[in-house]
């Protein structure tokens, strides 16, 4: 049976992104259901909208988006806004993601990192890129009905499934198509023929260069239509609700949910509980509480029974050793190497996730990251070539603007230039036997068995001094494969 700290980490680490230094003393003070109860508390206040856009690229953009100023556009000037644009969606990751490391909103901001793997979409464009995950962040726990019908309206998802290719007469099937399959119903559950009568209905949907939907009417196919064994002149939100009213839609987000936030392994009996549950409102932050408020999440089986994603790894690194990062584009690499970069999947199908995670190189890089936190050490590895170079480029939202091929990523070398903030954590351990540092440590880092993991990296901590042992033992039990399960 696990200790309330050991389960109190474990929640942390499903309903966020692992405790914080700050939090360190206080997980052996509350129980789960205390700490979730204060995780819905801190999330519950509706987010800020992120807007990194610099004012140079605003005016460059507001002149592409105005008719009587667009033909004074030089070629350079759009291949600046092009290229201002991807900088600055760059940007945009790193802000969610510093978000993910600071924000005591952790609950909301782990739903919306769910959600933005399970609607995955790729876009160039900042602005669209912007309200998408302001979509995310702002509906995560909320209800899907609405979640579902915001983000098949947004600019950044109906753009990359080329649904602005979807006219009457000329459906363009992808958006429908996926619609079901990825993010509602799952493969097997609809026919082919419910893709092309979806497509008609979704025909005419479409969004401004603002980010705006945008519903054109004489494009729109308003004949009769026959859709999962419903007769009627359907239109996109007639689709989505009678997708919504099968109760096998509740059931996939329900499994999915519980693989993310739980385990691989699905328990078919606790899903169809839950997914009943579930389908009664498609409330999500009902269905979370169900989850982190129950006896069963808290089993040993479900203990660091997950491989920790790129994204929660370096979150999590930071949340625990806080730091400073002066190379943002070092920090890039890093995602790129480890083969997760936010706002940026490998397709419309997202990051398989699991024990995709690992292999040879990525699991090396992995150990290896506390060590380039801590030291001057230089990355020299090379991030991976992209696996779907098609999926997203032709979604940027900006068709007359051109847009290169994809090149081959950068190297990965470059100083990551952390700046450790080690007394805030050294002081976590002030009142700690010297001979107690060490499990105490590891006690807080590892989710799984740590059995023989202390003589392995006792032999490379630095025993000089009280706080370069802290240090040492911290960094070195970080880069085992242990530190790699949540």
Aim: contains cysteine.
């Amino acid at each position: 049976m696990a200790s309330d700290q050991k389960k109190n980490q474990h929640l942390l680490w499903r309903a966020g992104f692992g405790p914080a230094v700050e939090q360190l003393q206080d997980l052996q003070k509350y129980t789960p259901r205390e700490y979730y109860t204060a995780l819905v508390k801190a999330s519950a206040k509706a987010p800020q909208y992120i807007n990194i856009a610099s004012d140079d690229l605003l005016q460059l953009y507001e002149s592409y988006l105005t008719p009587g100023k667009r033909g004074i556009l030089t070629a350079d000037d759009r291949r600046i806004l092009n290229r201002k644009q991807q900088a600055a969606v760059k940007d945009l990751n790193l802000y969610w993601l510093k978000e993910m490391i600071a924000s005591s909103a952790q609950l909301r901001e782990k739903m919306a990192y769910f959600w933005h793997g399970h609607f995955a979409c790729r876009n160039g464009n900042l602005f669209y890129n912007q309200l998408f995950l302001h979509t995310l962040r702002t509906h995560a726990l909320g209800n899907f009905k609405t979640l579902l019908k915001e983000v098949s309206q947004s600019a950044a998802m109906l753009y990359f499934l080329n649904n602005q290719q979807n006219k009457k007469g000329h459906p363009n099937e992808n958006f429908a198509r996926e619609v079901m399959e990825l993010f509602t119903l799952g493969r097997g559950n609809y026919t082919e023929n419910d893709i092309k009568e979806g497509a008609r209905a979704f025909t005419g949907w479409s969004a401004n260069p603002r980010g705006e939907f945008v519903f054109n009417k004489k494009q729109h196919d308003d004949g009769a239509k026959e859709f999962l064994g419903r007769k009627g002149n359907f239109d996109g939100n007639d689709v989505l609700d009678i997708i919504l009213e099968k109760r096998q839609t509740a059931t996939f987000i329900t499994e999915k949910i519980y693989r993310f936030f739980v385990n691989d392994t699905i328990d078919k009996d606790r899903v169809q509980v839950l997914s009943d549950g579930f389908y009664k409102d498609y409330d999500i932050g009902k269905l979370m509480e169900r989850i982190f408020t129950s006896d069963w999440f808290y089993d040993d089986q479900h203990i660091g029974a997950r491989i920790k994603s790129p994204i929660e790894l370096l979150a999590g690194i930071q949340r625990m050793v806080p730091m400073r990062l002066d190379n943002d584009n070092a920090l890039m690499n890093l995602q790129r190497i480890l083969g997760q970069q936010l706002l940026y999947p490998p397709n419309v199908a997202g990051w398989p996730g699991g024990k995709s995670w690992i292999d040879s190189s990525t699991l090396m890089m992995r150990l290896r990251i506390p060590q380039l936190f801590n030291d001057k050490d230089l990355m020299n590895v090379k991030p991976k070539q992209d696996d779907d170079v098609m999926m997203g480029r032709k979604a940027d939202g900006m068709a007359n603007v051109p847009v290169k091929q994809t090149a081959k990523p950068a190297s990965g070398a470059g100083l990551i230039n952390a700046k450790i903030d080690w007394p805030q954590y050294i002081t976590q351990f002030e009142k700690v036997k010297r001979e107690a540092i060490f499990p105490t440590i590891a006690d807080y880092l590892f989710q799984v068995n740590n059995a023989g993991v202390d003589q392995v990296a006792a032999k490379f901590v630095d025993s000089t001094a009280r706080d370069a042992y802290i240090r040492s033992v911290t960094i070195q039990l970080m880069s085992t494969p242990e530190y790699q399960m949540c």
